[in-house]
């Protein structure tokens, strides 16, 4: 087991993402912000996992950098850049927040009220996704939002994207993106289309398991993982037909998040109410990285870029592999004890971040890869 530092926080929390790093850095990253929910005064907070000293085996609890009250749950969290901090809000706003490192302050620097609403009240926003300047914003009033940063209104609506409730979105290419629902649908848009309609829709056959979270290989855009309500991991690849390529007992409860490695795709990473948080390492049998396989070609993306439109499609990734012969699938609970809703993590290096329901914020900086 990996050393784990465990830090009380005293409110629930509901995100945590690390800071990013610069493509071309060597070091591991050492800020990580976090959102709050169903406490009397939710916060966005930013902390450190800065080395005091020369201690090289230094794993202290992370250090409290600054904090900002935020208005209602924090529903999603993430940096648009390294000192900009965007938050989706149950009151159904949308904020850009930003972390001055010469004062450790935080500061709203932008705003948008009300951009999910019903008819007679808000509606939470329930997740957000980056592609600095674009912000795409996904709500429980079934709603899609192209937000600019520096534009004060709303760029672009679809209006009746969906008829339950979005639970997250994520970027495929920097025009298409795809959204999962509470009735197990997973949709794709391209905002090159004038039209309300999704270019396709994905679904498990029969089963309307509602799916919470997405997130896209770092590498091959054409390859999601989805989780949801039945705590299953789903893997898709969205050129093939319009059902999951695999599914895998994972859970006992809803999975709240999953997360690929942003450099090292083969482990993945999800987290759930059961209060677990798994690390999924995907092996095969060959040498080569599995992301290799099949094409000399690949680009390497950190996670706050998109993959061009061009990567070459002949790449083989392990996790699209059925060929049960040629690989392993290995799993590890990461978390000391299983206590209450793990809501959220992040990975980032060798650095993993997750924040719980117990008021608790876990980090180590020690995950194998």
Not at 196 to 212: C, F
Not at 218 to 244: F, Y
Request: hydrophobic share 30%; aromatic share 8%; with cysteine.
């Amino acid at each position: 087991m990996e050393y784990i530092n465990a830090k009380f926080v005293s409110q629930k929390i509901s995100k945590t993402r690390w800071r990013p790093i610069s493509s071309t850095s060597l070091q591991q990253p050492e800020v990580f912000a976090t959102g709050s929910w169903d406490n009397e005064d939710n916060k966005v907070s930013i902390w450190s996992v800065a080395e005091q000293g020369m201690q090289d085996d230094y794993e202290g609890d992370p250090q409290l950098l600054c904090e900002y009250k935020h208005d209602g749950d924090v529903m999603d969290l993430q940096f648009l850049d390294q000192e900009r901090i965007v938050t989706a809000s149950s009151t159904g706003s949308v904020t850009i927040f930003r972390h001055y490192q010469n004062s450790q302050t935080l500061s709203v620097n932008q705003r948008w009220e009300r951009a999910h609403y019903h008819s007679c009240d808000n509606a939470p926003c329930t997740g957000v996704v980056c592609n600095s300047p674009e912000i795409v914003t996904v709500g429980e009033d079934g709603r899609i939002n192209l937000l600019r940063v520096d534009h004060k209104g709303i760029v672009r609506t679809i209006d009746n994207a969906d008829s339950s409730t979005i639970h997250a979105v994520t970027f495929l290419r920097t025009t298409e993106i795809l959204t999962v629902n509470s009735i197990g649908h997973l949709k794709m848009w391209d905002f090159r289309q004038q039209g309300n309609e999704p270019s396709q829709i994905l679904s498990l056959t029969g089963d309307r398991v509602p799916l919470h979270c997405v997130d896209r290989h770092p590498n091959q855009q054409h390859i999601v993982a989805t989780g949801g309500q039945d705590g299953m991991l789903c893997i898709w690849d969205v050129r093939q037909g319009n059902m999951p390529y695999s599914l895998m007992e994972a859970h006992s409860a809803e999975m709240w998040e999953v997360h690929f490695h942003p450099s090292s795709p083969d482990h993945l990473f999800t987290c759930s109410e059961d209060g677990s948080l798994w690390h999924w390492e995907n092996y095969t049998t060959t040498d080569t990285p599995s992301f290799l396989q099949g094409g000399r070609n690949t680009t390497i993306m950190s996670r706050s870029t998109i993959a061009p439109a061009s990567i070459n499609h002949s790449l083989i990734s392990s996790w699209l592999t059925s060929d049960s012969s040629k690989g392993r699938l290995e799993t590890t609970n990461m978390l000391p004890s299983q206590t209450m809703s793990v809501n959220s993590l992040d990975v980032l290096g060798q650095c993993l971040v997750c924040g719980t329901d117990g008021e608790a914020i876990y980090v180590t900086k020690q995950v194998p890869m």
